[in-house]
């Protein structure tokens, strides 16, 4: 099936791209979400994440498991570079159509999520890892990816998702510790379980 997914999505298919929306469009807004803190700037970059996915699908392998890693690691690029993917979304809607209406994952993001004060609290402990530590911590513990989906989104070695979550782990817990408030509440960070994915 993922196989099949990917061949469609390698050759153009929309329907192919309407069920990688469908499938996938939730978890990438929620990590746009998380890297930006900001609903308005979450659901544009969402946006220009599958527009930018149409844009590279000629990348994707005709082998392997889930495109959710690929389409993160867009989101990524598309957080860090917002001027230049503008430039293309704006340059990709004179050429194609205009995605369907976004659906509104507000009330569902804010049962799952915490609040933009929570997302602006973790966010500013996480501003003060290095880009690469904050990469890791954010695709492995918030979006769940294993390490081989981590790696593919980041386009790195397993080995290097592996010990940049360890070391970062490290760093974040000290730096909470730090970021503890007067009142004694701690920051409300995610842990990380040891295959990557998220401890709820």
Same mark, same amino acid.
């Given at each position: 099936?993922?196989?099949?997914?990917r061949?469609r999505?390698?050759?153009?298919?929309?329907?192919? =791209?309407?069920?990688?929306?469908?499938?996938?469009?939730?978890?990438v807004?929620?990590?746009? =979400?998380?890297?930006?803190g900001?609903?308005?700037? &979450?659901e544009?970059?969402t946006?220009?994440?599958?527009?930018?996915a149409?844009?590279?699908r000629?990348?994707?392998?005709p082998?392997? #498991?889930s495109?959710l890693?690929?389409?993160? #690691?867009?989101?990524?690029r598309?957080?860090?570079r917002?001027?230049?993917? &503008?430039a293309?979304?704006?340059a990709?809607?004179?050429?194609?159509?205009?995605? #369907?209406?976004l659906p509104?994952f507000a009330?569902?993001?804010?049962?799952?999520?915490a609040?933009?004060?929570? /997302?602006?609290a973790v966010r500013?402990v996480?501003?003060?890892?290095?880009?690469a530590?904050?990469?890791? /911590?954010?695709?492995?513990?918030w979006a769940?990816?294993?390490?081989? #989906?981590a790696?593919?989104a980041?386009?790195?070695?397993?080995?290097?998702?592996?010990?940049?979550?360890?070391r970062?782990?490290?760093?974040?817990q000290?730096l909470?510790e730090?970021?503890?408030?007067a009142?004694?509440?701690?920051v409300p960070?995610p842990?990380a379980?040891a295959?990557?994915?998220?401890?709820?």
């Amino acid at each position: 099936m993922q196989s099949s997914i990917r061949i469609r999505v390698r050759a153009g298919d929309e329907a192919a =791209f309407g069920v990688l929306f469908a499938e996938h469009g939730r978890a990438v807004y929620n990590h746009c =979400f998380r890297l930006t803190g900001d609903w308005s700037t &979450a659901e544009d970059c969402t946006s220009v994440v599958f527009l930018e996915a149409w844009r590279l699908r000629a990348k994707v392998a005709p082998e392997g #498991g889930s495109l959710l890693p690929w389409l993160l #690691g867009i989101a990524h690029r598309v957080v860090h570079r917002p001027r230049r993917a &503008a430039a293309r979304h704006r340059a990709l809607l004179e050429r194609i159509p205009e995605p #369907g209406p976004l659906p509104d994952f507000a009330d569902e993001v804010v049962g799952r999520l915490a609040d933009q004060e929570r /997302i602006a609290a973790v966010r500013a402990v996480l501003r003060r890892l290095s880009r690469a530590d904050r990469e890791v /911590i954010q695709l492995c513990v918030w979006a769940g990816l294993d390490y081989p #989906g981590a790696a593919e989104a980041l386009g790195v070695p397993v080995g290097t998702v592996r010990s940049r979550l360890s070391r970062a782990r490290r760093r974040l817990q000290r730096l909470v510790e730090e970021a503890e408030p007067a009142d004694g509440r701690r920051v409300p960070l995610p842990v990380a379980r040891a295959d990557g994915g998220e401890r709820r």
